[in-house]
Antibody, heavy 118, light 111 residues
Framework: EVQLVESGGGLVQPGGSLRLSCAASGFTVSSNYMSWVRQAPGKGLEWVSVIYSGGSTYYADSVKGRFTISRDNSKNTLYLQMNSLRAEDTAVYYC????????????WGQGTLVTVSS | QSALTQPASVSGSPGQSITISCTGTSSDVGSYNLVSWYQQHPGKAPKLMIYEVSKRPSGVSNRFSGSKSGNTASLTISGLQAEDEADYYCCSYAGSSTFEVFGGGTKLTVL
């Protein structure tokens, strides 16, 4: 059974850092396209980043230069390193497996809440 | 402001059909057949309902269908059921620079 479990969310001050983890089971992270999508409280979905099976990475303009997507093949885990956090980064962060490399997230985690506030 | 434009809300009675539109530009919806639709119930993760404009993942009811014309994609739900009440989001590939954009979401109310 495919399962994605995020962790690492919490309260952080503006300018701070946080690393989110997404532990996968039932499939191999390194052989798939993996995405992060976020949702601010009461708002819509926003694509954040994707890592391709070959290692290529892409980012939304809103996080480019501040966030880094990566994976640990030995742990079958996806990560999102978030630096220089801003209040507008407050959201539930979901990891997802993308079936074709863009727009096709067929499995999602339950989400982890990141709150950026002083 | 979302990159793709969806109506804020739509409603229909059980058994009826509704259509949700998703309007983009020639840089996203109009250029690629990578348009998807997600259903999200309150407090839950999104669920993929349609991908590549009109394909249905395994397990998704055939009451859900997708189409595209020019810069506008559409999701049609036929035979509305109470459990269809949820938020629906469209998503489109927008090229290697912007990559992926979502619509603002549409709240479907089953009367």
């Amino acid at each position: 059974e495919v399962q994605l479990v995020e962790s690492g969310g919490g309260l952080v001050q503006p300018g701070g850092s946080l690393r989110l983890s997404c532990a996968a089971s039932g499939f191999t992270v390194s052989s798939n396209y993996m995405s992060w999508v976020r949702q601010a409280p009461g708002k819509g979905l926003e694509w954040v980043s994707v890592i391709y099976s070959g290692g290529s990475t892409y980012y939304a303009d809103s996080v480019k230069g501040r966030f880094t997507i990566s994976r640990d093949n030995s742990k079958n885990t996806l990560y999102l390193q978030m630096n220089s956090l801003r209040a507008e980064d407050t959201a539930v962060y979901y990891c997802a497996r993308d079936q074709v490399g863009a727009t096709t997230n067929d499995y999602w985690g339950q989400g982890t809440l990141v709150t950026v506030s002083s | 402001q979302s990159a793709l434009t969806q109506p804020a809300s739509v409603s229909g009675s059980p058994g009826q059909s509704i259509t949700i539109s998703c309007t983009g530009t020639s840089s996203d919806v109009g250029s690629y057949n990578l348009v998807s639709w997600y259903q999200q119930h309150p407090g839950k993760a999104p669920k993929l309902m349609i991908y590549e404009v009109s394909k249905r993942p395994s397990g998704v009811s055939n009451r859900f269908s997708g189409s595209k014309s020019g810069n506008t994609a559409s999701l049609t739900i036929s035979g509305l059921q109470a459990e269809d009440e949820a938020d629906y989001y469209c998503c489109s590939y927008a090229g290697s620079s912007t990559f992926e954009v979502f619509g603002g979401g549409t709240k479907l109310t089953v009367l």
